[in-house]
């Protein structure tokens, strides 16, 4: 009896498992409200759909738009920024010739100097000695000679005798000459007009020969330095001969702001350097506010102004391998795929060389929905409402 009720009680909890199992699977099985069921075969065709046209929603429920517009023809300008090092037209030491005793500073830390002014002066004494004796050995020469060749008139002595007295006359005077430059040296004048910097000896300092004093720079065009990578390189040097471009050549300083005057480019080296890739390019720039000094640093603006420019925005080009691409849509709304060649990269819009003009109508958004040969159907943007959304907006 026990058993017939436990056997009882047992298959009806199974029971009752089976039946909440099954409300279970039904519930699971119920379609949401709203949801379109697809079989598998269908489901296959969309994702071989999807796999053709680059990775499109699935289904087709997230498809992108496809948004067509042509390339603008606009002046845009273009800045390429590099770091630069300032330096002097001129900056030199300057160093005694002579060895003595400074005696004189004629000029301060700072001061600007004209070229020949008197800037040391060494205790000349000695050189004035030496010059006075050389002098007077010259003309002791002088006299000898002199005499040797009345005696020559005489038939008194030979040719010889007047030219070794000749040669020691010139022998003199090269003492004269030399006791003159020592002399001279001991005012140490300006070689150029300039910056005096900071003073390196003082009144009373016994100076050897090519001892530093100080250094002078002449700041009134500065020369600016700036390395520029290969194909940048080559990319200047196509511009040059472009009619539609112009070209300036800008200073921004340490501060952020732009110095006031413009430079231009005045010489590039001779080779690259194989390291870096890079060659040096050098600036001049007028400084008649001595604003800037030898040593500074700040980056040089490469600036282009372009007339007629082509443009496209960045988002309507891909890549294959090294070459850019666009898909151009003909008048039987056809894509083509078409090679365009890159003339400056700007934020958001590439300036276009060779490729499209602004007869073109190119696929702006869904570029990856479509491929060569495509009928599609689009909607058309007018590209200055396109650039106006643009992050970067064309000058």
Not at 37 to 62: I, L, N, Q
Not at 208 to 228: A, G, H, I, P, R
Not at 303 to 320: E, G, L, M, S
Request: aromatic share 8%; proline share 3%; with cysteine.
């Amino acid at each position: 009896m026990a058993l017939t009720k436990a056997f009882t009680l047992s298959s009806l909890l199974v029971s009752l498992g089976l039946l909440t199992a099954g409300c279970d699977i039904r519930a699971e099985a119920r379609p949401e409200k709203g949801h379109v069921a697809h079989s598998d075969a269908a489901s296959e065709g969309h994702g071989e759909k999807d796999a053709e046209h680059g990775g499109a929603a699935e289904h087709g429920e997230h498809a992108q738009k496809i948004v067509v517009t042509r390339p603008k023809r606009k002046d845009v300008t273009y800045s390429e920024p590099f770091v630069c090092q300032i330096r002097a037209r001129q900056h030199i030491e300057i160093r005694a010739l002579v060895e003595g005793y400074l005696q004189d500073i004629l000029v301060n830390e700072g001061q600007l100097v004209k070229k020949g002014e008197v800037m040391f002066r060494i205790l000349p004494v000695v050189y004035q000695a030496h010059l006075n004796k050389a002098l007077a050995e010259a003309k002791l020469a002088e006299i000898e000679l002199a005499n040797t060749r009345r005696l020559y008139e005489k038939k008194a002595v030979s040719i010889q005798e007047v030219k070794i007295f000749e040669a020691k006359l010139a022998k003199a005077q090269a003492e004269v000459q030399l006791a003159q430059a020592e002399l001279k040296f001991t005012e140490i004048r300006a070689p150029f007009e300039g910056l005096v910097d900071k003073l390196e000896q003082f009144p009373g300092a016994l100076l050897e020969k090519d001892d530093v004093l100080t250094k002078l720079t002449d700041n009134s065009v500065m020369w600016v330095y700036f390395n520029v990578p290969e194909a940048r390189y080559l990319a200047y040097m196509a511009g040059l001969k472009r009619e539609n471009e112009k070209r300036t050549i800008e200073l921004v300083l340490a501060n952020g702001k732009k110095y006031p005057y413009t430079g231009k480019i005045a010489a590039i080296e001779a080779a690259f350097n194989n390291e870096t890739g890079n060659i040096a390019f050098r600036a001049d720039f007028p400084n008649p506010d001595r604003l800037l000094r030898h040593g500074q640093t700040g980056k040089v603006l490469i600036t282009r102004d372009v007339k007629d420019a082509i443009i496209i925005p960045q988002r309507a080009v891909f890549n294959i391998l090294e070459k850019r691409f666009v898909y151009v849509v003909d008048d039987h709304n056809v894509v083509h795929q078409r090679e365009v060649k890159v003339q400056y990269e700007l934020e958001d819009i590439f300036v276009i060389d060779k490729g499209v003009d602004e007869s073109d109508k190119i696929v702006l958004e869904g570029v990856l929905q479509v491929r060569d040969g495509d009928h599609i159907e689009y909607e058309y943007q007018d590209p200055d409402e396109v650039l106006k959304h643009l992050k970067f907006h064309a000058e």
